[in-house]
């Protein structure tokens, strides 16, 4: 069975450091991208950007550049979302989810990772 | 402001057929094959219902349909059942960013 599984939820101060991880299973973690979604409060889906697990070639949004940095450890079949300085406004659940191979849909998604920023 | 833009809600009682609409542009939904519809129910994950407009996945009920004319793209539900109640979000291959994905704001679909 194809699987993405997310670590769990987290809770920081604002200005701390985070990294949340994304964990494929049942597929060639390698070849296919894998995409992140944010999901603030009550709002819709907003894609983050996109990596390529195989050689970590990287696509962000123009929302999300020099934000957020988006990166895999292919060894470990894993994508990771990572900020350097949490803002109170990066409370919100997110989504990674593995692209087509030969399209633009994604499945399956992850659980969801649950991020409050709060001092 | 989402690249495509969906209707806030839709309602429809048991039984009946809704349609949630997704415009877009030439750069996206008019000009490919592309478009995507994903379910999300209140504190879950979405899950894709339709692929490529058309398309559904293994699994998915066959009382959902996509399909698309020029700009825009549409998701149709018939025989509404309770557990349709859900937000349904369209996404369209977009050549306008580096990103080559964006979303619809999202539809609220009321079973009523």
């Known amino acids: 069975e194809v699987q993405l599984v997310q670590s769990g939820a987290e809770v920081k101060k604002p200005g701390e450091s985070l990294k949340i991880s994304c964990k494929g299973s049942g597929y060639s973690f390698t070849s296919y991208w894998i995409g992140w979604v944010r999901q603030m409060p009550g709002k819709g889906l907003e894609w983050m950007g996109i990596?390529?697990?195989?050689?970590?070639?990287?696509r962000y949004s123009p929302s999300f550049q020099g934000q957020v940095t988006i990166s895999a450890d292919k060894s470990i079949s894993t994508a990771y979302l990572q900020w350097s300085s949490l803002k109170a406004s990066d409370t919100a659940m997110y989504y990674c989810a593995r692209k087509s191979h030969i399209s633009f849909w994604f499945d399956p998604w992850g659980q969801g990772t649950l991020v409050t920023v709060s001092s | 402001q989402s690249a495509l833009t969906q209707p806030a809600s839709v309602s429809g009682s048991p039984g009946q057929s809704i349609t949630i609409s997704c415009t877009g542009t030439?750069?996206?939904?008019?000009?490919?094959?592309?478009v995507s519809w994903y379910q999300q129910h209140p504190g879950k994950a979405p899950k894709l219902m339709i692929y490529d407009v058309s398309n559904r996945p293994s699994g998915v009920s066959n009382r959902f349909s996509g399909s698309k004319s020029g700009n825009t793209a549409s998701l149709t539900i018939s025989g509404l059942q309770a557990e349709d109640e859900a937000d349904y979000y369209c996404?369209?291959?977009?050549?306008?960013?580096?990103?080559?994905?964006?979303f619809g704001g999202g539809t609220k679909l009321t079973v009523l």
């Open positions: 030439s750069s996206d939904v008019g000009g490919y094959n592309y």
């Open positions: 996404s369209s291959y977009t050549s306008s960013s580096t990103l080559e994905v964006v």
């Open positions: 990596i390529y697990p195989g050689d970590s070639d990287t």
